[in-house]
């Protein structure tokens, strides 16, 4: 079997430090993040992992920093058209959280399944307290809110021969994380579960968690994880030096 994993530029964002990293020296300083989905191609399975931010002209994204600097071919529905994928080919749709940069797009895909944790979706639907902040809750309905075929799980969930979703609550109390069976390496895709390399190396708390017990044993279950390739999902630097599609 044949499996190739795509990584997907479909914009970036400016965040203050503060939001990757708890303990920062500089928690205000301006920080450029990538803002990723991922296209997985088995024999018989094609599966989105994340669908990105709407448009950056939406008010609320482009005051948060959403941006396309290269304009319509970071959109996702062009990245997957680059390699020949047609919305209507992708089988199954993974949201690793209902964050907006991760499901903005869910109202494209309206032939796929939606695999989302039911905790996650509970969440996105009933916020907790500290799942909001002055502006309103994290989760912004008009992201995620629209007759698809979701389809509720819950734990470790295999999506098909050589793909697992593991659950790896801390960032969101329903977040998930991708597990890809390669010739060579397990490609993890972490998602927010660490924000980036520097997370990871440091075994620190990014600036936005739910739950921060349950992100470090999140940590800890993607450690356990043999002969893993991480992939970063907010970490500029990772990105720009590592290549864009694994087999």
């Not at 698809?148 to 790896?168: C, H, K, S, W």
Request: hydrophobic share 35%; glycine share 4%.
């Amino acid at each position: 079997m044949t499996t190739r994993v795509y990584v997907l530029d479909t914009g970036n964002s400016t965040v203050t430090q503060k939001v990757l990293l708890a303990n920062c020296s500089e928690p205000e300083k301006p920080v450029k993040i990538p803002i990723l989905a991922y296209l997985i191609k088995t024999d018989k399975t094609t599966i989105l992992v994340d669908t990105s931010f709407a448009s950056p002209d939406r008010p609320d994204l482009k005051a948060a920093g959403y941006e396309r600097p290269l304009g319509k071919t970071q959109e996702v529905i062009d990245q997957l058209k680059s390699l020949r994928v047609e919305p209507e080919d992708v089988d199954v749709v993974v949201n690793t959280h209902l964050h907006e940069d991760h499901c903005g797009n869910n109202k494209l895909f309206t032939k796929s399944r939606f695999l989302v944790q039911k905790e996650e979706l509970r969440h996105a639907f009933v916020p907790d307290d500290n799942e909001r902040d002055s502006t309103g809750p994290f989760y912004k309905r008009v992201d995620f809110d629209y007759p698809l075929n979701y389809e509720p799980i819950t734990g470790d969930f295999e999506v098909t021969a050589g793909v697992r979703l593991i659950f790896t609550p801390g960032h969101t109390a329903g977040h998930q994380s991708v597990v890809v069976g390669l010739r060579q390496s397990n490609f993890v895709i972490a998602s927010d579960a660490v924000f980036t390399e520097m997370n990871w190396r440091d075994n620190s708390l990014s600036g936005v968690v739910h739950d921060p017990k349950a992100y470090m044993n999140s940590i800890k279950r993607l450690r356990a994880i043999e002969n893993a390739f991480i992939y970063f999902s907010h970490d500029m630097d990772f990105f720009r030096r590592t290549p864009r599609n694994f087999s």
